[in-house]
């Protein structure tokens, strides 16, 4: 008897999950945010080209014709092609080639995969510092908070690409120029990331002065939970809501970021470049006729930037209740 009820549960729990799984999905498509979504073909459009060009970026070693980092498979005499359709172009680049003999569409494809890694990164590194000291700036208040703002304040007075800058130079400097391609690649992280966190650290501050007076708050208190518990198990799942909306839009300020250092000469090296990499060699052998090495890239920059941006300024107004 106990045998089969225990299998009659398990059934019951089989046939369950799919019907809660479609449940989820069925509201999420009667949603709001989602009729909103649709209804803006531009959205749609600007989420198709994000989509496409992340799925790229992630599949490159697979669909990248050639391989820009095998430095074997490269030859001198390939240098400076112009595009296939063109007459001196040659079929097997499809966007031409750079100085080195890389063909510029696998170098795009493996480029924007550097970008969106460090963007993201360094986005999510903000989040986590701003959103850790934003709560604790609100709900500890007294001179943690003034110490927290003051610092905050100072870095508001500060373009964002000096602050990049700056903590660029500071680890260059300790480690002597010494630095792989690997740790050129988590000092650009942490320097945009350590740009970014303001936003985040204010929002979240402000947030968490209204709700560290609620009663949930007071109750938590009451059963004599530690400040840690209350601020990260209760509070901050409450101050969230404005963050992924500056996330979407902070990526692509992380991208130009990224590009801006990368064309400075402070970022990836021109062995594994990024776009910004690859803009800046390109802008050498502008005026020489080799307009493809900088156009093309460019142009790959500019519309993933615009694609974020438009849909980091949908989620802004979907998620206002007083545009609703």
Request: net charge positive.
């Amino acid at each position: 008897m106990t045998d089969v009820t225990d299998s009659g549960r398990r059934s019951a729990a089989a046939t369950a999950s799919p019907r809660q799984e479609r449940g989820f999905v069925r509201r999420a498509l009667d949603s709001d945010l989602f009729y909103s979504f649709k209804r803006s073909k531009l959205v749609v459009l600007a989420a198709i080209l994000t989509a496409c060009m992340l799925s790229a970026a992630l599949f490159a070693p697979l669909i990248a014709p050639h391989n820009p980092y095998d430095l074997g498979s490269l030859n001198l005499l390939d240098s400076n092609l112009p595009p296939a359709w063109l007459k001196e172009g040659d079929p097997r680049f499809l966007f031409g080639t750079d100085d080195q003999g890389r063909d510029i569409l696998s170098t795009i494809l493996y480029g924007t995969r550097s970008s969106i890694a460090i963007s993201l990164l360094a986005v999510v590194m903000a989040i986590v510092m701003g959103v850790s000291l934003g709560l604790a700036a609100g709900y500890l208040g007294g001179y943690v908070d003034s110490a927290i703002m003051r610092i905050a304040d100072v870095m508001l007075t500060f373009p964002t690409i000096l602050i990049a800058l700056l903590v660029n130079g500071i680890a260059m400097t300790a480690f002597k120029g010494r630095v792989s391609s690997g740790g050129q690649f988590w000092i650009l992280v942490c320097s945009i990331g350590f740009s970014f966190w303001v936003q985040y650290a204010r929002t979240v501050r402000s947030m968490t002065l209204v709700e560290k007076n609620k009663e949930y708050v007071q109750a938590a208190r009451l059963i004599g939970l530690s400040r840690p518990a209350i601020m990260f198990k209760h509070v901050l799942p409450n101050v969230l809501s404005p963050v992924l909306v500056i996330a979407t839009i902070n990526l692509a300020l992380a991208i130009i970021t990224e590009a801006t250092l990368s064309f400075l000469g402070v970022g990836l090296p021109p062995s594994e470049p990024s776009l910004g990499t690859m803009i800046q060699i390109g802008n050498r052998y502008l005026f020489s006729g080799s307009w493809w090495m900088v156009a093309f890239p460019g142009i790959t920059l500019a519309v993933l930037v615009l694609a974020v941006n438009l849909l980091g300024d949908w989620l802004r107004d979907a998620l206002n209740p007083k545009l609703r």
